[in-house]
């Protein structure tokens, strides 16, 4: 048994297992007194340290310890979380939990294989007795010495399998899809999982539908067959689309595209395919995740990090290292967004030694790099070229589309689910962004590290190694762009930026930055009187002299950096044509060319083209099309990143403009495309959202009402007595509400400031009753942590913003009730001004918030066993907007002590009572 003492700890409560098995339990405001040193097993100790407010970390922190020894296998980063990834009975008081720990810990010390590629880790993180605390006790426990190791023992990731080159492949057919071969094939499909045909009619018609996407290409130039399809829940869309999806790519040898937005999708897409596919077809030629090069672990960052963290001083940085070694070793495909990677080592060890290990900055070396053959992104994207269907998210199967050139092969079928948020994915992907941030990653990608920490960064000299040296021009480019790269800001003049200090007076973006900020401050001050603490923004026009006079001198920076580039670009397209006419192509060297040519393409074409358009257009409207503003972003009150900012009005015209050159058919499918499914006019904000106005031929549209008996199991109330202007009100409506349901209550705040200064209130009233809260922007936690933590705990409630709401997908009584503590009407911005004047005044207002309510409550109700409640705390909520809720679900408006009665008998005994 493990002698180390174990601190549990709640909202309230917190409990003390001494090494002698003495046990206390006091407030959590005690603990700080009590516990002396950071020789204390926890699990999770940053958010442990921060609750009990501890002036050290604690030591012994089973989340380290459990991704160590199961770096892939999922796992809720709580104790009983933990108990359940390890197949042991779970604990539900303090004290249990304390004794589970040690459980726990004995249990994963012993899984660890005494074989060298593990223990040689736990001597690297040991750091002779100085490193990582758990190393001391599994070398024991091993019966191993300390001892001195190698990096070329760590260098583990070359026993990796290297990718292959995928053979190009014929043509691909265009044998459509007839509706009654889709409702046969989903019925064979069904029969295999067990499920009568008859029972699932809307799923059947739904895939009949669904095939207008997938028939012969038309001669004509109209662009692509367009569907809608508004799918209610529980109709079984997934498996609804996958199936005619399949049938075209096996038929016709051909890939379907698969977009969606958000990564708990994804994952359902793959499980849904489980078990239907024939075994005799490769499991990678099935379903295939794609995703950007940010997702995905760099190797050679990673033996980078190794590398710096034998010298660091920090021993954390070594505990990092030693455990995304271990996570590279185990994961399948490197991807730091999928189930394989546990998202909370986020919050143990940081941004820059977790997802800092991506190739997030463009800094790829390609072919010029040892890992290139093992490389997880090279891997990833192969597959994707052999797979029937690819899995994508919105934003690069858009960002994909729009970089292509006609004549490239891209896919020609898409289904876009969560159709939804095509608007929003749209309006990231088409955006021009000049801000102080994105030019001093700019400079870095051209430049590589400037100042004197210790960073990964390399720059295009270093990537172009190899492919210029000899050649007089090339180098004369290189050297052109370096030089002129650096009258960029420098990386510094961004911490004098945040600090209010005066810029330098010889740098012309320097200058520009600092002059916009003054001017928002100045507009803000006259037009509010304050500043907000999280964001600030003023019109460009009238255009202070100042920022013009200092824009002129830094577009001329900018318009002389991008000639040398396009230069180089040049240079490259001739290198990669001659290698192509050699007796024997070197296809690596080709494809390295061709990689950085696109990318030093794609920095003049989303970042320095726009940025010097709109640099010359500040004094003058450049079109109607197009909206500008300064912006000015902050956090807790401090200055972060400023810039001028340009959105189109309508960003589905772009994106129906690159989808219409590739695609040959498309359905765009969700739960909530329109805004009201009472009024056949909500097919106008469908075709709003999704672009499908925009497209040449006229989209069908479609809708399969949901199976679900709303009227029974759900009910929607409207609290009249509660003014949202008094917060310590609305914090006591909100935890007594969730009293009343017992947990598993979801709160979304329309405001980060609302929501920090009710939680310690609600928090206080729910510990009362043992029930856990659970809160965004408060908890060191990501989102999706938080709810993976709130789908496994009984008794818990989460509170957020509309990023929570959005990532929420959760079956069964985890999600009862949702509270809304006003109504979420758009902020007012001077884009959503904007946009507000171009889609029709307030009636646009009311439609985007009729969707966020709709998709808001659609999570309640995942499967036709839920019972649910929505509250609305606003009494100010317009009848007008009723109608976003299904027409048969009850709506009550009533005082709050009313509805808390109705809400627990709702529960108590499964019948709502009327008043």
């Given at each position: 048994?493990?002698?180390?003492?174990?601190?549990?700890?709640?909202?309230?409560?917190?409990?003390?297992?001494?090494?002698?098995?003495?046990?206390?339990?006091?407030?959590?405001?005690?603990?700080?007194?009590?516990?002396?040193?950071?020789?204390?097993?926890?699990?999770?100790?940053?958010?442990?340290?921060?609750?009990?407010?501890?002036?050290?970390?604690?030591?012994?922190?089973?989340?380290?310890?459990?991704?160590?020894?199961?770096?892939?296998?999922f796992?809720?980063?709580?104790?009983?979380?933990?108990?359940?990834?390890?197949?042991?009975?779970?604990?539900?008081?303090?004290?249990?939990?304390?004794?589970?720990?040690?459980?726990?810990?004995?249990?994963?010390?012993?899984?660890?294989?005494?074989?060298?590629?593990?223990?040689?880790?736990?001597?690297?993180?040991?750091?002779?007795?100085?490193?990582?605390?758990?190393?001391?006790?599994?070398?024991?426990?091993?019966?191993?010495?300390p001892?001195?190791?190698?990096?070329?023992?760590?260098?583990?990731?070359?026993?990796?399998?290297?990718?292959?080159d995928?053979?190009?492949?014929?043509?691909?057919?265009?044998?459509?899809?007839?509706?009654e071969?889709?409702?046969?094939?989903?019925?064979?499909?069904?029969?295999?999982?067990?499920?009568?045909?008859?029972?699932?009619?809307?799923?059947?018609?739904?895939?009949?539908?669904?095939?207008?996407a997938?028939?012969?290409?038309?001669?004509?130039?109209?662009?692509?067959?367009?569907?809608?399809?508004?799918?209610?829940?529980?109709?079984?869309?997934?498996?609804?689309?996958?199936?005619?999806?399949?049938?075209?790519?096996?038929?016709?040898?051909?890939?379907?595209?698969?977009?969606?937005?958000?990564?708990?999708?994804?994952?359902?897409?793959?499980?849904?395919?489980?078990?239907?596919?024939?075994?005799?077809?490769?499991?990678?030629?099935?379903?295939?995740?794609?995703?950007?090069?940010e997702?995905?672990?760099?190797?050679?960052?990673?033996?980078?990090?190794?590398?710096?963290?034998?010298?660091?001083?920090?021993?954390?940085?070594?505990?990092?290292?030693?455990?995304?070694?271990?996570?590279?070793?185990?994961?399948?495909?490197?991807?730091?967004?999928?189930?394989?990677?546990?998202g909370?080592?986020?919050?143990l060890?940081?941004?820059?030694?977790?997802?800092?290990?991506?190739?997030?900055?463009?800094?790829?070396?390609?072919?010029?790099?040892?890992?290139?053959?093992?490389?997880f992104?090279?891997h990833?994207?192969?597959?994707?070229?052999?797979?029937?269907?690819?899995?994508?998210?919105?934003?690069?199967?858009?960002?994909?589309?729009?970089?292509?050139?006609?004549?490239?092969?891209?896919?020609?079928?898409?289904?876009?689910?969560?159709?939804?948020?095509?608007?929003?994915?749209?309006?990231?992907?088409?955006?021009?962004?000049?801000?102080?941030?994105?030019?001093?990653?700019?400079?870095?990608?051209?430049?590589?590290?400037?100042?004197?920490?210790?960073?990964?960064?390399?720059?295009l000299?270093?990537?172009?190694?190899?492919?210029?040296?000899?050649?007089?021009?090339?180098?004369?480019?290189?050297?052109s762009?370096?030089?002129?790269?650096?009258?960029?800001?420098?990386?510094?003049?961004?911490?004098?930026?945040?600090?209010?200090?005066?810029?330098?007076?010889?740098?012309?973006?320097?200058?520009?930055?600092?002059?916009?900020?003054?001017?928002?401050?100045?507009?803000?001050?006259?037009?509010?009187?304050?500043?907000?603490?999280?964001?600030?923004?003023?019109?460009?026009?009238?255009?202070?002299?100042?920022?013009?006079g200092?824009?002129?001198?830094?577009?001329?920076?900018?318009?002389?950096?991008?000639?040398?580039?396009?230069?180089?670009?040049?240079?490259?397209?001739?290198?990669?044509?001659?290698?192509?006419?050699?007796?024997?192509?070197?296809?690596?060297?080709?494809?390295?060319?061709?990689?950085?040519?696109?990318?030093?393409?794609r920095?003049?074409?989303?970042?320095?083209?726009?940025?010097?358009?709109?640099?010359?257009q500040?004094?003058?409207?450049?079109?109607?099309?197009?909206?500008?503003?300064?912006?000015?972003?902050?956090?807790?009150?401090?200055?972060?990143?400023?810039?001028?900012?340009?959105?189109?009005?309508?960003?589905?015209?772009?994106?129906?403009?690159?989808?219409?050159?590739?695609?040959?058919?498309?359905?765009?499918?969700?739960?909530?495309?329109?805004?009201?499914?009472?009024?056949?006019?909500g097919?106008?904000?469908?075709?709003?959202?999704?672009?499908?106005?925009h497209?040449?031929?006229?989209?069908?549209?479609?809708?399969?009402?949901?199976?679900?008996?709303?009227?029974?199991?759900?009910?929607?109330?409207?609290?009249?007595?509660?003014?949202?202007?008094?917060?310590?009100?609305?914090?006591?409506?909100?935890?007594?509400?969730?009293?009343?349901?017992?947990?598993?209550?979801?709160?979304?705040?329309?405001?980060?400031?609302?929501?920090?200064?009710?939680?310690?209130?609600?928090?206080?009233?729910?510990?009362?009753?043992?029930?856990?809260?659970?809160?965004?922007?408060?908890?060191?936690?990501?989102?999706?942590?938080?709810?993976?933590?709130?789908?496994?705990?009984?008794?818990?409630c989460?509170?957020?913003?509309?990023?929570?709401?959005d990532?929420?997908?959760?079956?069964?009584?985890?999600?009862?009730?949702l509270?809304?503590?006003?109504?979420?009407?758009?902020?007012?911005?001077?884009?959503?001004?904007a946009?507000?004047?171009?889609?029709?005044?307030?009636?646009?207002?009311?439609?985007?918030?009729?969707?966020?309510?709709?998709?808001?409550?659609?999570?309640?109700?995942?499967?036709?066993?839920?019972?649910?409640?929505?509250?609305?705390?606003?009494?100010?909520?317009?009848?007008?907007?009723?109608?976003?809720?299904?027409?048969?679900?009850?709506?009550?408006?009533?005082?709050?002590?009313?509805?808390?009665?109705?809400?627990?008998?709702?529960?108590?005994?499964?019948?709502?009572?009327?008043?």
């Open positions: 048994m493990l002698s180390i003492p174990v601190l549990v700890i709640n909202t309230i409560k917190a409990c003390f297992l001494s090494t002698d098995g003495e046990v206390e339990i006091y407030d959590k405001n005690q603990v700080s007194p009590k516990v002396k040193d950071a020789g204390v097993l926890v699990c999770h100790a940053p958010y442990t340290a921060k609750q009990a407010e501890l002036k050290f970390r604690p030591a012994f922190d089973l989340l380290e310890l459990y991704a160590f020894v199961y770096p892939t296998r796992a809720v980063p709580t104790i009983n979380g933990l108990a359940k990834a390890l197949e042991m009975d779970t604990a539900h008081d303090l004290e249990d939990q304390a004794m589970l720990a040690i459980e726990i810990a004995t249990n994963l010390i012993n899984a660890i294989p005494a074989e060298d590629k593990y223990l040689d880790i736990v001597q690297f993180m040991n750091r002779q007795g100085q490193g990582w605390a758990w190393a001391p006790v599994i070398l024991q426990a091993k019966g191993k010495e001892t001195a190791i190698s990096m070329r023992d760590m260098k583990l990731w070359q026993n990796r399998a290297e990718w292959e995928i053979p190009k492949t014929e043509p691909a057919s265009q044998q459509g899809i007839s509706q071969d889709a409702a046969a094939h989903l019925k064979n499909w069904l029969t295999a999982r067990q499920t009568k045909s008859e029972d699932r009619p809307e799923q059947i018609n739904y895939t009949q539908k669904i095939t207008k997938f028939q012969p290409s038309q001669l004509s130039d109209d662009g692509p067959a367009v569907l809608l399809a508004e799918a209610g829940t529980g109709i079984g869309k997934t498996l609804g689309y996958l199936n005619p999806s399949w049938m075209w790519a096996e038929k016709n040898s051909d890939t379907v595209w698969l977009s969606t937005y958000t990564k708990n999708l994804q994952r359902q897409l793959a499980k849904e395919l489980k078990g239907l596919i024939p075994e005799k077809i490769d499991e990678e030629q099935t379903l295939v995740i794609r995703k950007g090069r997702n995905y672990v760099c190797l050679l960052n990673v033996e980078e990090h190794l590398k710096a963290s034998q010298l660091a001083q920090n021993p954390y940085m070594r505990i990092s290292a030693g455990l995304m070694l271990r996570w590279v070793m185990e994961s399948e495909d490197g991807d730091f967004t999928g189930d394989g990677f546990h909370w080592l986020l919050t060890l940081g941004y820059q030694d977790t997802l800092g290990l991506s190739d997030r900055r463009g800094e790829c070396l390609y072919g010029a790099c040892d890992h290139y053959k093992k490389c992104i090279e990833a994207t192969r597959k994707a070229k052999k797979a029937k269907l690819v899995v994508s998210n919105h934003a690069l199967t858009m960002i994909q589309a729009a970089l292509a050139k006609p004549e490239m092969d891209l896919p020609t079928r898409y289904v876009f689910d969560e159709g939804h948020h095509l608007f929003d994915a749209a309006d990231s992907a088409y955006a021009a962004n000049l801000s102080f941030m994105e030019v001093l990653d700019l400079k870095r990608w051209i430049l590589g590290a400037e100042t004197g920490r210790k960073t990964r960064a390399k720059g000299r270093r990537r172009m190694e190899g492919l210029y040296e000899g050649h007089e021009r090339a180098e004369k480019i290189i050297e762009i370096s030089r002129r790269a650096h009258q960029l800001p420098m990386h510094e003049s961004i911490g004098a930026f945040r600090k209010g200090q005066s810029a330098d007076s010889s740098n012309p973006g320097e200058q520009f930055f600092m002059a916009v900020k003054e001017q928002i401050k100045v507009r803000v001050k006259q037009s509010q009187g304050s500043f907000s603490l999280y964001g600030l923004e003023c019109d460009i026009r009238p255009v202070e002299p100042l920022v013009l200092h824009a002129d001198s830094f577009q001329k920076v900018l318009i002389d950096l991008r000639k040398p580039l396009l230069q180089l670009i040049d240079y490259l397209k001739n290198k990669a044509a001659d290698e192509a006419q050699e007796e024997v192509p070197d296809t690596t060297l080709i494809n390295r060319i061709e990689s950085l040519m696109s990318s030093i393409q920095r003049c074409d989303s970042m320095l083209t726009p940025w010097i358009t709109m640099l010359g500040l004094e003058t409207v450049f079109s109607d099309d197009f909206i500008d503003w300064f912006g000015l972003d902050r956090a807790e009150g401090q200055d972060m990143d400023v810039g001028m900012y340009r959105r189109w009005v309508d960003p589905m015209i772009p994106f129906a403009s690159t989808m219409s050159i590739h695609a040959k058919g498309m359905a765009v499918t969700s739960a909530t495309l329109r805004d009201s499914v009472q009024d056949e006019a097919w106008e904000t469908a075709y709003e959202q999704t672009g499908a106005r497209f040449k031929n006229t989209p069908e549209s479609f809708y399969a009402p949901s199976p679900f008996d709303y009227k029974s199991n759900a009910k929607v109330f409207i609290v009249n007595d509660v003014r949202k202007d008094q917060l310590d009100l609305v914090a006591t409506a909100y935890a007594s509400l969730m009293k009343a349901s017992g947990g598993g209550a979801l709160g979304i705040f329309t405001a980060i400031n609302r929501l920090k200064t009710m939680h310690p209130q609600i928090m206080e009233e729910l510990g009362k009753q043992d029930i856990q809260l659970l809160a965004q922007h408060v908890d060191d936690m990501d989102v999706g942590t938080l709810i993976d933590m709130f789908r496994d705990q009984d008794k818990s989460l509170i957020g913003t509309d990023a929570v709401r990532g929420v997908d959760v079956p069964g009584d985890a999600l009862r009730m509270i809304f503590e006003r109504v979420p009407w758009p902020r007012p911005t001077i884009l959503h001004k946009r507000k004047e171009h889609f029709g005044g307030r009636a646009y207002d009311e439609r985007m918030t009729r969707l966020k309510l709709k998709q808001a409550f659609g999570r309640l109700i995942r499967q036709k066993t839920d019972r649910g409640v929505f509250v609305m705390l606003d009494p100010m909520f317009p009848s007008r907007l009723h109608d976003a809720f299904p027409p048969d679900v009850e709506i009550i408006k009533a005082p709050l002590a009313e509805i808390i009665t109705q809400v627990s008998d709702f529960f108590a005994d499964g019948n709502a009572l009327s008043l």
